[in-house]
C-alpha cells in the first residue's frame, strides 16, 4: 500500500529536473528549486571553460563498469552527458545501452584518452588496471591517465553531479583549470 517513486536519470537535464520533482514531492519545491539552481551556475562555469570544444577535438573516456568481465557504459547512461559536459566524449556512446560488457579487443581499438574508474584507493585502483590484460596496453593506462572518483559521485545522478564533471574536466583540460582540485 506504499507509493514508490522511481528516478532513473538518463541525462544531465533528466538529473536536474530530479530534484524539482523529488522537491515537489516532499514539500520542499523551493528548496529543490534553490538546489537546481546552484547545480546549474556550477555546470554552465565547466561549460563556460571547456564547451567550446569542438566534438572531434573531445577526448575519448572509458568508464570502467567491470574488469573481469570488462564493462562499461553507452549512450543512456547519464555519465555521457557528464564527459560531454567535461569537454570530452564517451568512448562508447555509439553504443545504444546503459551499461554493458566490451569486447577487450574493441577498447584496445577505440583506446581511450582518458580512464575512468570509481574507488577510494588511488594507486591501489590504478594497479589493478596495470595488471589487467584488457587494460595494460592502453595508452591512457601506460600515460598514466587514470582517473580515480569517489563512487558515491560518479555512479550517483545527484546534486554533485557539477563537482564529478569538475575533476573529469579537470584531468582531461588541466591547464584551463587555475583554482585548487
Known amino acids: 500500500g ?50 567550446s570544444v569542438p566534438d572531434e577535438k ?39 545501452k546503459d551499461y554493458f560488457k566490451v569486447d577487450a579487443q574493441e577498447l584496445l581499438k577505440r583506446n581511450p584518452d582518458l580512464v575512468v574508474v570509481c574507488g577510494d584507493n588511488e594507486d591501489e585502483s590504478k594497479q589493478k588496471l596495470k595488471d589487467s590484460p584488457a587494460f595494460k596496453n592502453l595508452t591512457a593506462v601506460k600515460k598514466d591517465s587514470v582517473l580515480v572518483i569517489p563512487c558515491d559521485l560518479i555512479c550517483r545522478p545527484g546534486p554533485r553531479v557539477a563537482e564529478t564533471a569538475k575533476r573529469i574536466a579537470r584531468a582531461l583540460f588541466r591547464e584551463k583549470f587555475t583554482d585548487k582540485p
Open 58 to 96: 573531445r577526448p575519448t573516456v572509458f568508464r570502467v563498469m567491470g574488469i573481469d568481465p570488462l564493462a562499461t557504459i553507452g549512450m543512456k547512461n547519464f555519465q555521457s552527458d557528464v564527459f560531454y559536459l567535461a569537454g570530452g566524449r564517451n568512448a562508447f556512446a555509439d553504443v545504444e
Open 2 to 51: 506504499l507509493k514508490v517513486f522511481w528516478i532513473y536519470p538518463h541525462t544531465l537535464n533528466e538529473i536536474l529536473d530530479s530534484f524539482e520533482r523529488v522537491g515537489e514531492i516532499t514539500g520542499k519545491a523551493k528548496e529543490a528549486k534553490t538546489l537546481r539552481e546552484s547545480v546549474e551556475r556550477e555546470v554552465n562555469a565547466i561549460r563556460k571553460t571547456v564547451g
